[in-house]
């Protein structure tokens, strides 16, 4: 079993920028691939950006080149540097944890991020 526990989300007016954390811990192998995906209300959950232990990277076109995911693999933790924040970025975010592509996630229980216009 994993557990996820995420923290960073809030109120914040467009423009402006958060920082998502996400603590891993429970049965963690070290070759994973640790992620975010949102779900605004009345959308299905979309991906957002995911890193491998071996920290390659990917996004979500409607989130290259303002959000940028790292991780710490001593401390199990992902983070997501979110800038030049927008409206539509507002969502509850859930992290994601998974060791092989095949495996089914584990999933945190999401935190808040609202974006002000």
């Known amino acids: 079993q994993v557990q996820l526990v995420e923290s960073g989300g809030g109120l914040v007016q467009a423009g402006g920028s958060l920082r998502l954390s996400c603590a891993a811990s429970g049965s963690i192998f070290s070759s994973n691939t640790m992620g975010w995906y949102r779900q605004a209300p009345g959308k299905q959950r979309e991906f957002v950006a995911a890193i491998s232990s071996g920290d390659s990277t990917n996004y979500a076109d409607s989130v290259k080149g303002r959000f940028t995911i790292s991780r710490d693999n001593a401390r199990n933790t992902v983070y997501l540097q979110m800038n030049s924040l927008k409206p539509e970025d507002t969502a509850v975010y859930y992290c994601?944890?998974?060791?092989?592509?095949?495996?089914?996630?584990?999933w945190g229980q999401g935190t808040q991020v609202t974006v002000s216009s």
């Open positions: 994601y944890y998974r060791r092989y592509s095949i495996n089914a996630p584990y």
